[in-house]
């Protein structure tokens, strides 16, 4: 890997609408190793559960937290 800067990213699937997302950014030295620990952040939708929330709010329905 070359010397510079690294932007990390780590996503897990929690279902067809929901992820976990992980993202940070480092400098790296020339032939140094850089362990980094990933703490995921909360579910959130992804693309998909973001339309399908938009489209729910359209028709009026309840949310994805059931909130209208």
Do not use: C, H, W, Y
Request: hydrophobic share 35%; glycine share 14%; net charge positive.
């Amino acid at each position: 890997m070359q010397p510079g800067n690294i932007e990390l990213s780590a996503v897990k699937k929690m279902d067809p609408l929901r992820e976990r997302r992980f993202t940070t950014g480092f400098g790296i030295r020339e032939a140094a190793a850089k362990r980094v620990e990933v703490q995921l952040g909360p579910a959130e939708l992804n693309a998909e559960g973001r339309r399908q929330e938009a489209e729910r709010q359209r028709a009026g329905g309840k949310g994805a937290a059931g909130q209208a």
